[in-house]
């Protein structure tokens, strides 16, 4: 799994390293959209961590049928969200991104990504969910694979399509939505065809409305939650991004270098609570109550382990880094600035990444939409209201990192407790 996230995140790199080329408004643009899209990314994911909780317990239980019942009924519902995602996406394109701040030539380039990305939905939506599926079975091999296809596919295809070479002409930032798309639509030929053909995971027969909603329920149970404690990060980020608006087109351009440099930085932490879903889910349904235990105390030992190992290669390496997405001098010094701040708490943050899944397969789901609230709208968004008044972006980004710290504790307290009423 590590190989697959770290691969998604090359989505986002790709992208934000090849427009960067195109100049610091259109980077700035795509910096504009990561809100967006990452929210129609939580709620697919939320679907899909609501289904791999049920499915991994049905697992753990042997309960062959209703594995197979929840596995097609979470797409069904993923089909749902997706004819109303493009609905709303494209009827809210430009009053949306005007809200997030983004104006002039720098919100026309924000609207050309936009438009194409909502038409491919379907292509983002199903393989999210699809290799929850697959990662609940504990093929967890498959699911890189698959996410790792559509990362290759982007790479090579983003500066074709963006600068165009030979007959393919140039779409600039277009290119770059039509890239993601076409790497997107590879995935979901090939989860489709694993879970459909080499699994045999999913069934044709039309089930009963109350068969189909019991389903749904047990899903969504998990779902909503997560899907709301996913998408909260977002729409904070799109806050700050609103905050760090104020500061200009450039400080709006390297805050978008710095975030997706920690997308990528805590790809491993993501996929070590990606797999602790399924991890816990199976344990509990087979009533090993001390592997759960364990679990949780190996995260929290390698999380911070990771984490202070990434703060030492930051803080000697993030101009470099930075400038390998943009050269404009004040690009390259907001992002190194956060880097350097923030980096020193990712450690704290991967742990509440591994509660945030636990929590949900441990039926704690509003614990853990609770911890997201609590990181962006208790102390993140206000901390970084008080700190750009006072110390302008140093104090917003050290707000960033106050609050994925204050979080990560009070993420252990949390768990240790949880775990000590499953004793």
């Known amino acids: 799994m590590i190989f697959g996230m770290l691969s998604m995140v090359l989505y986002n790199l790709a992208d934000t390293y090849f427009v960067g080329q195109l100049g610091k408004e259109q980077l700035a643009a795509m910096s504009f959209t990561f809100p967006v899209v990452m929210t129609i990314n939580s709620l697919s994911l939320g679907i899909g961590m609501g289904a791999a909780a049920a499915i991994s317990r049905a697992i753990g239980s042997r309960d062959t049928q209703r594995v197979r019942r929840l596995a097609t009924d979470s797409l069904v519902l993923g089909l749902l969200i997706i004819s109303c995602g493009v609905a709303m996406g494209l009827l809210t394109l430009e009053p949306l991104f005007s809200l997030l701040g983004a104006r002039g030539q720098i919100l026309e380039y924000t609207g050309e990504y936009m438009q194409i990305w909502y038409l491919g939905m379907i292509f983002v939506v199903f393989p999210m969910i699809g290799n929850n599926i697959l990662r609940a079975t504990g093929d967890t091999k498959t699911a890189g694979m698959i996410m790792s296809l559509g990362a290759i596919v982007n790479f090579f295809l983003d500066p074709v399509l963006i600068f165009g070479i030979g007959p393919i002409p140039a779409y600039g930032i277009k290119g770059a939505a039509i890239a993601t798309l076409i790497g997107r639509s590879s995935t979901f030929a090939l989860a489709m065809y694993t879970l459909i053909w080499r699994e045999r995971i999913l069934t044709i027969s039309i089930p009963r409305p109350c068969e189909i909603w019991q389903s749904w329920k047990e899903i969504l149970h998990v779902g909503i939650p997560d899907a709301g404690a996913r998408m909260i990060i977002p729409v904070g980020q799109g806050a700050i991004t609103r905050i760090v608006a104020g500061y200009g087109s450039a400080a709006v351009a390297g805050y978008g270098v710095a975030t997706r440099v920690e997308f990528f930085s805590l790809a491993v932490l993501s996929a070590l609570a990606t797999v602790i879903g399924p991890f816990v889910g199976q344990n509990l349904g087979a009533k090993q109550y001390a592997r759960v235990h364990r679990g949780f105390t190996v995260s929290c030992n390698f999380s ?23 050269e404009d001098p004040e690009v390259v010094a907001t992002a190194a600035l956060y880097i350097r ?36 709208f208790v102390l993140a968004i206000p901390l970084a209201l008080i700190g750009s008044h006072l110390f302008e972006l140093t104090g917003v980004f050290a707000a960033i990192g106050v609050s994925y710290l204050l979080t990560g504790v009070i993420a252990w307290v949390i768990i240790t407790r949880v775990l000590a009423e499953n004793r």
């Open 304 to 326: 911070i382990a990771f984490g202070l190992g990434l703060f030492t290669v930051y803080l000697l390496l993030a101009d470099k880094i930075a400038a390998l997405f943009n």
């Open 341 to 376: 701040l923030v980096s020193l708490t990712f450690a704290a943050q991967g742990f509440y990444f591994v509660v945030n899944a636990g929590l949900n397969v441990l039926k704690r789901p509003l614990l853990a939409a609770g911890l997201s609230l609590l990181e962006l």
